[in-house]
């Protein structure tokens, strides 16, 4: 596609709830990377893949938290249990060579 | 790890005014990146620069990678450009950011 595309744009769920954000990267690029951000801040590192090989889970909070990128294009990222401190903006961005291009990004809620 | 720090941490200006919004590193590189981040949320690619000068339209930008820091040139500014204004930078395909520059301009 031409640009990085994210799905839901919005998602209110309730304390509990398992989720599933979904990301469609440019078409061709061998990297993806998920960001969380909050508000006021930068974005900070989830998780890396090179294709469909998940390079990098540093930054992935805990264990309710994985991704996965099974045919090295879209990816989803799952939070099991969902807690409150959840709740941010969950970016998606990929490259092919260096530059990050970035989706409009998920915006998880939790009650 | 790698340090990024970015300056001023707020900026208030009039319409028309020009800006350099500097960020400094800590350590040696591979990409640099400066991101626009408007007040509807989307996170803008500007430049990657990881060496030089680049322009695009009123914005402009220099990487000085010996000497470690970046500055973003923002002339005949205007109220689009408000919003938040990162630099990050790249080692081993990890982004790290700064703390952004929040700009606001005036009308």
């Given amino acids: ?111 | 790890g790698i340090q990024v720090e970015q300056s001023p941490p707020d900026l208030i200006l009039q319409e028309g005014a020009n800006s350099t919004l500097r960020c400094n590193f800590s350590d040696s590189v591979n990409n640099l990146q400066w991101f626009h981040q408007n007040p509807w949320g989307q996170l803008i690619n500007l430049f990657y620069i990881p060496s030089g000068t680049k322009q695009n339209g009123r914005l402009s930008a220099t990487t000085v990678a010996t000497e470690r820091y970046s500055l973003l040139y923002i002339s005949s500014s205007q109220t689009t450009d408000s919003g938040v204004y990162f630099c990050a930078v790249e080692r081993n395909y990890q982004l790290i950011w700064g703390a952004g520059t929040k700009l606001i301009i005036k009308p």
Avoid at chain 1, 14 to 41: E, F, M, N, T
Avoid at chain 1, 89 to 100: D, F, K, P, T
């Fill in chain 1, 1 to 111: 596609g031409a640009g990085v595309s994210q799905s839901p744009r919005y998602k209110v769920t309730k304390r509990g709830q398992d989720v599933a954000l979904r990301c469609d990267p440019i078409s061709g690029h061998v990297s993806l990377y998920w960001y969380r951000q909050a508000l006021g801040q930068g974005p900070e590192f989830l998780t890396y893949f090179n294709y469909e090989a998940q390079q990098d889970k540093s930054g992935l909070p805990n264990d309710r938290f994985s991704a996965e990128r099974p045919e090295g294009s879209i990816s989803t990222l799952t939070i099991q249990r969902t807690e409150q401190r959840d709740s941010a903006m969950y970016r998606c961005a990929s490259s092919s060579g260096g530059e990050l291009f970035f989706g409009e990004g998920s915006r998880l809620t939790v009650l």
